[in-house]
């Protein structure tokens, strides 16, 4: 079988939405699915991949990481792949991307589906804070139910997120496949070697967090429950790995809680080597993002054996289930520190949930994400034969 996808985002920008394509992709082909993906040029050094078509982009105001393909190079690209080249069409992201591969599935008459990563009211609220909340509110659910009835079937990454579109009023099906772990996630990090790199004795508590520097994702609250055990614990250190635009806020928040050297920003880390490192030398992961569909960093800390202490909001609710090595803790910062603080002082816990977590983890197979996804790929192409037949008319998919 062979599917297109077309996707906003891309590596080199780091975020879930990359990950998830580039580990899907590498599993379909052992499932027999043979995928080309259609995304932004970010530079000309973009590292080339198989089967991947980059389309320039423009710059975004105001986001130095994105890029916004232009609509006539992206609509010529797709116009240039030969007919009949493909079976079906997966869109990632639900901007020009998404409208780009509906229209494209319309007129080579096969089958759009979506994955629906993005919960737009929490990204309204935060980057548009002008609008009134029902307003943003109403937009947010209008939008999605909108393009939602523009595909055969929907991928969410997690029950809770289904559950959200489903309260919204979509009635497209939704099917619920996760983005899994790949084998390379559980090659073992080498923490010492992060902690001399960056001159972190190799006694001192760390507390990790790994993600987009962004607003939805609730570092503020990090950073201030950090505040708080640091009364008690004054050698912490907090490490936020990552980029984003909420970057220079955070640290200026940091830096008026009086905690100067001990939150430190390592930006963007190799995914390969120095990502599993950094995972492996923390005492602690923490997370306490409230707009997260799935949550993949959970899973890549625990594959470390990194201790986790996170909120349980949306999406993380189902991978922080109980024996996954995790400690769930309200969104409290008294209440937060001292769960953090629970962990750094007991190496027993430590390693009880390092090691629940890393067998938690293994659950989280790739392979098997992959082969669900697939096939839901054949049946929505087998619907989509079907329904052609039924119709006796030119193949198309339903407006």
Same mark, same amino acid.
């Given at each position: 079988?062979?599917?297109?996808?077309?996707?906003?985002?891309?590596?080199?920008?780091?975020?879930?939405?990359?990950?998830?394509?580039?580990?899907?992709?590498?599993?379909?082909?052992?499932?027999?699915?043979?995928?080309?993906?259609?995304?932004?040029?970010?530079?000309?050094?973009?590292?080339?991949?198989?089967?991947?078509?980059?389309?320039?982009?423009?710059?975004?105001?105001?986001?130095?990481?994105?890029?916004?393909?232009?609509?006539?190079?992206?609509?010529?690209?797709?116009?240039?792949?030969?007919?009949?080249?493909?079976?079906?069409?997966?869109?990632?992201?639900?901007?020009?991307?998404?409208?780009?591969?509906?229209?494209?599935?319309?007129?080579?008459?096969?089958?759009?589906?979506?994955?629906?990563?993005?919960?737009?009211?929490?990204?309204?609220?935060?980057?548009?804070?002008?609008?009134?909340?029902?307003?943003?509110?109403?937009?947010?659910?209008?939008?999605?139910?909108?393009?939602?009835?523009?595909?055969?079937?929907?991928?969410?990454?997690?029950?809770?997120?289904?559950?959200?579109?489903?309260?919204?009023?979509?009635?497209?099906?939704?099917?619920?496949?996760?983005?899994?772990?790949?084998?390379?996630?559980?090659?073992?990090?080498?923490?010492?070697?992060?902690?001399?790199?960056?001159?972190?004795?190799?006694?001192?508590?760390?507390?990790?967090?790994?993600?987009?520097?962004?607003?939805?994702?609730?570092?503020?609250?990090?950073?201030?429950?950090?505040?708080?055990?640091?009364?008690?614990?004054?050698? +912490? /250190?907090? =490490?936020?790995?990552? !980029?984003?635009?909420?970057?220079? *806020? $955070? %640290? #200026?928040?940091?830096?008026?809680?009086? @905690?100067?050297?001990?939150?430190?920003?390592?930006?963007?880390?190799?995914?390969?080597?120095?990502?599993?490192?950094?995972?492996?030398?923390?005492?602690?992961?923490?997370?306490?993002?409230?707009?997260?569909?799935?949550?993949?960093?959970?899973?890549?800390?625990?594959?470390?054996?990194?201790?986790?202490?996170?909120?349980?909001?949306?999406?993380?609710?189902?991978?922080?289930?109980?024996?996954?090595? +995790? /400690?769930? =803790?309200?969104?409290? !910062?008294?209440?937060?520190?001292? *769960? $953090? %603080? #629970?962990?750094?002082?007991?190496?027993? @816990?430590?390693?009880?949930?390092?090691?629940?977590?890393?067998?938690?983890?293994?659950?989280?197979?790739?392979?098997?994400?992959?082969?669900?996804?697939?096939?839901?790929?054949?049946?929505?192409?087998?619907?989509?034969?079907?329904?052609?037949?039924?119709?006796?008319?030119?193949?198309?998919?339903?407006?």
């Amino acid at each position: 079988m062979r599917v297109l996808y077309v996707s906003d985002v891309y590596f080199p920008r780091v975020n879930g939405v990359s990950t998830s394509i580039r580990t899907f992709r590498a599993d379909l082909a052992e499932c027999g699915v043979h995928s080309t993906l259609i995304a932004p040029q970010y530079t000309p050094a973009d590292a080339p991949e198989e089967s991947l078509l980059r389309v320039p982009g423009a710059r975004i105001p105001g986001d130095p990481e994105d890029r916004r393909m232009r609509w006539g190079a992206l609509r010529g690209t797709l116009a240039a792949l030969p007919r009949g080249a493909f079976d079906l069409v997966h869109a990632q992201t639900p901007f020009i991307a998404h409208y780009a591969a509906v229209a494209h599935a319309r007129e080579r008459g096969i089958p759009c589906i979506a994955t629906y990563h993005t919960i737009f009211e929490e990204y309204l609220h935060h980057y548009l804070p002008v609008l009134p909340h029902a307003l943003a509110r109403a937009l947010a659910r209008h939008f999605t139910r909108a393009q939602c009835a523009q595909v055969a079937a929907l991928v969410a990454p997690s029950e809770p997120m289904r559950a959200v579109l489903t309260d919204y009023g979509v009635r497209t099906p939704i099917h619920v496949i996760p983005t899994g772990l790949p084998p390379s996630a559980f090659r073992a990090g080498d923490g010492r070697l992060f902690r001399a790199q960056l001159g972190i004795p190799a006694d001192r508590p760390l507390v990790l967090y790994v993600g987009r520097v962004a607003h939805e994702k609730n570092i503020g609250f990090l950073i201030a429950s950090f505040a708080r055990l640091r009364a008690t614990l004054p050698a +912490a /250190l907090f =490490v936020i790995a990552g !980029e984003g635009p909420a970057r220079g *806020a $955070l %640290a #200026r928040e940091a830096r008026s809680l009086g @905690l100067g050297e001990s939150v430190r920003f390592v930006g963007y880390l190799e995914r390969e080597r120095a990502l599993p490192d950094c995972y492996a030398a923390a005492d602690a992961f923490v997370f306490a993002s409230r707009t997260e569909t799935q949550g993949l960093v959970l899973l890549e800390a625990m594959a470390q054996g990194a201790p986790v202490i996170s909120t349980a909001e949306l999406g993380t609710r189902s991978i922080l289930t109980a024996n996954s090595g +995790a /400690l769930v =803790v309200q969104e409290n !910062e008294s209440a937060f520190a001292a *769960a $953090l %603080a #629970r962990v750094l002082a007991d190496p027993a @816990l430590r390693a009880r949930a390092a090691a629940q977590g890393r067998e938690y983890a293994r659950t989280w197979s790739s392979r098997a994400m992959a082969g669900r996804l697939a096939q839901l790929y054949r049946e929505a192409r087998a619907r989509a034969v079907c329904a052609w037949r039924q119709d006796d008319a030119e193949p198309g998919i339903p407006p």
